[in-house]
Every structure is written in structure tokens, then in C-alpha cells.
């Protein structure tokens, strides 16, 4: 079975540009999650995607967006970038979203963003 | 709110011993899930294990076992026959309803490194 896949892997961009990032969740996984982690905030939670509705969503700005497709696959987007908006950006599937505490969630490999 | 406390930034263990990774929380929501995950230096999430707020039983999963102290509001991660390929960061998160969202909240990590 495949993996959470994350494209692309590695990113450049400059302040003030815009960029998108894809993920493609586990075979039959209807939940994705966004997360972003830094060296200084740590792993911190963007919003959650189920059946192509935000379910959950962090204490980010409005620069920040997503949406989830039919096939479940979703993107972050992120507009007006920031140095500040450099870091590692994590993507997780799972079966259900988190209606209840206790769900399981895979991770993919991550995007790597820096903002020159 | 909640919050996720590591205080230990590294550990070093001996291969083949076992290794305690410490983890406090603090949530006033009565049901909230425990997890830990591994993130060795390639950057991809691993799920190790799960602990619910109401499980009266500690969790397993092989050589993880979560000490869950509900009272003390600690999880701690016990790494039993410690291998070289557990050498990585481990974080330690909730997920309990906040304000009638499901935000999952990550601890800062510890990295662990395991000699031969």
C-alpha cells in the first residue's frame, strides 16, 4: 500500500510570491491534515480536510489556505510568503477525521519551503 | 489550552537498553488522546503509539509502552532493547476538543541517541 506522498519535496521562493503544495493521502484515507515545522515554533497544526470540508483548523493566517478534492487529495496554499513561512511542511492522512480524540495518523515526507 | 511538555532535549542510551522519554500535558478536557511519534533525520512522522483518556490500561506496541499517569498528567514513552535505528527525534501530542475543534498539540521533541 502506498504512502502519504508530498510534491514537491523541495521549494525556493521569494518574499511576497505564492506557492502550492499537493499531498496525496493514503489509498482510501478521507482526512488529511497540514502541519508546519520550525526549529522555532516546532510542529505546530494548519487545518484538516475530510470529504473536502475543513474540519479543524490552527491559529494561522488567512494566508494560509487549502482545500481537499474528490479523491480525497489535498493543497495548502500559501500567499504573500514570508521568511517567517520557511519550513518543513508536513501532510498526514487518515481514515476519519478527528470527531474523537483517538485516530491514527500517517505522515508523508514532508515539503521543504525557504523563502529567500 | 493545551500544552505538551518535553523536558528532555537529548537522550543517550546503550543499545539494547531501555530508555524512558518524558512527557507532561495539561488539557480541562476529560477526553483527549496521548500520542507519540518518532521523526528520524529524513523528516517523516512516525506513529509509535496511542494512549485514550479513558483507557485503563497502559498501551503497547512492541518495544513501545506508554506509562500513562493520568493523575500526574504524564505519558511517558518507554523504548524497551533500544536499537540504533531508534536514533531520531520523538514527539510527544495531544488532541482534545478545544472550543469544539480537534487541535493537536505537539511537544517540542526529544532526540534521542542511541549508542552501539
Known amino acids: 500500500k502506498a504512502g502519504v506522498t508530498q510534491t514537491p519535496r523541495y521549494l525556493i521562493k521569494t518574499r511576497g510570491q505564492q506557492v502550492t503544495l499537493s499531498c496525496s493521502p493514503i489509498s482510501g484515507h478521507r482526512s488529511v491534515s497540514w502541519y508546519q515545522q520550525t526549529p522555532g515554533q516546532g510542529l505546530q497544526f494548519l487545518f484538516e480536510?475530510?470529504?473536502?470540508?475543513?474540519?479543524n483548523k490552527g491559529n494561522f493566517p488567512g494566508r494560509f489556505s487549502g482545500r481537499q478534492f474528490s479523491n480525497s487529495r489535498s493543497e495548502m496554499n500559501v500567499s504573500t510568503l514570508e521568511l517567517g513561512d520557511s519550513a518543513l511542511y508536513l501532510c498526514?492522512?487518515?481514515?476519519?477525521?478527528?470527531?474523537?480524540?483517538?485516530?491514527?495518523?500517517?505522515f508523508g515526507p514532508g515539503t521543504r519551503l525557504t523563502v529567500t | 489550552a493545551q500544552k505538551i511538555t518535553q523536558t528532555q532535549p537529548g537522550m543517550f542510551v546503550q543499545e539494547k537498553e531501555a530508555v524512558t522519554l518524558d512527557c507532561t500535558y495539561d488539557t480541562s478536557d476529560p477526553s483527549y488522546g496521548l500520542f507519540w511519534y518518532k521523526q528520524p533525520s529524513s523528516g517523516e512522522m512516525i506513529f509509535l503509539i496511542y494512549?485514550?483518556?479513558?483507557?485503563?490500561q497502559n498501551a503497547t506496541e512492541g518495544r513501545y509502552s506508554l506509562n500513562f499517569q493520568k493523575a500526574r498528567k504524564s505519558a511517558n514513552l518507554v523504548i524497551s532493547a533500544s536499537q540504533l535505528g531508534d536514533s531520531a527525534m520523538y514527539f510527544c501530542?495531544?488532541?482534545?476538543?478545544?472550543?469544539?475543534?480537534?487541535?493537536?498539540?505537539f511537544g517540542r521533541g526529544t532526540s534521542l541517541i542511541v549508542h552501539p
Open positions: 501530542a495531544m488532541r482534545g476538543a478545544q472550543g469544539g475543534s480537534y487541535i493537536p498539540t
Open positions: 498526514a492522512s487518515s481514515l476519519n477525521f478527528a470527531g474523537t480524540a483517538s485516530y491514527e495518523q500517517y
Open positions: 480536510y475530510f470529504s473536502e470540508t475543513q474540519r
Open positions: 494512549q485514550g483518556s479513558y483507557d485503563q
